[in-house]
């Protein structure tokens, strides 16, 4: 079951939250779940508005999750991500730093999700 910490200048304080083992919802249905403002505008990866920056919080190796064609194309546009970060995820199973919340399911695995609370704004 893994742990979710949701930290951001726009909150008080971070907020942890544990993610039922087997769900397959997105950080970003997790957040409006559990009242954490990500902001966001379509929810579908085209807009790029919830965007998050996740750090891999215990000693288990990181794990990549697919990232979808929309994710990629909106990274790429913002420059969060390079050619080797999206081979690395897709080859190695090294997940790349920012995602989409929107885009992302956690896995079994504690995680730090960081968001400015501008809607696409930069990590």
Known sequence: MPNIT???????????IYAVAGNTATILALAKEHAIPIPFECGDGDCAS?????????NKPAMAMMLTE????????LQMIT?????????SDVPPRFRLACQFIPRDEDVMVHFTGTPGGSV
């Open 6 to 16: 949701f930290t951001s200048p726009i909150m008080k304080k971070d907020k942890t």
């Open 50 to 58: 919830c965007l998050i920056e996740v750090t891999h919080l215990d």
């Open 70 to 77: 929309k994710e990629k194309a909106r990274l790429k546009e």
């Open 83 to 91: 050619p080797e970060e999206i081979e690395a995820a897709e080859v």
